[in-house]
């Protein structure tokens, strides 16, 4: 089972690493660790299992997350009260996006960062990714809102990109006025 002390703090040199593409077939290691994440990050927005196995709650994670500089992601989205639509993208491309930018109002999180980080991270309100599932067949997933803005951050980590890079310095809320928080 993975635990939170096995996710990559961001003082970790190796979350900066663009990583590599996947080739098929996948290695049953692999496999093994998208099991754990999609468990992981299942169970950490479940109240009761996360108190029980002490989980940070996260809807996504890349596999650098985990130390692997392999081009592969798990978003788990709840999409109402217990059920959750899980998504494994392998070799995930961002191939068209809206024109529209939207923000999280509470500001983006991260199980790497374990601290909060207050200012704007512009994202695209919809977004359409291209990749591969576990087994080398090709698929396309349009994604909006929340969603779309987990696919970004995921995508983001597997180039070597904090969420905060984003984020204005000088003015963390620089912005605001321009885009829509959600």
Known sequence: MLKTKDILDEKDKRLRLVSEEVTFPMSDEDLKYIDLMVTYLTDSQIEKLAEKYDLRPGMGMAAI????PKRYITIVHEVEEGVFDTYVVINPKIISNSV???YVEQGEG?????RDVEGIVPRYARVTV???????????IRAREELAIAFQHEIDH?????FYDHIDLKNPMKDADRYRAI
Request: aromatic fraction near 4%; hydrophobic fraction near 30%.
């Open 110 to 114: 991260c199980l790497s960062v374990n």
């Open 65 to 68: 997350q985990l130390g692997i």
């Open 130 to 140: 291209e990749g591969y599932d576990t087994k080398g067949q090709k698929i396309r």
């Open 158 to 162: 597997l180039n070597g990109i904090l």
């Open 100 to 102: 529209e930018k939207i």
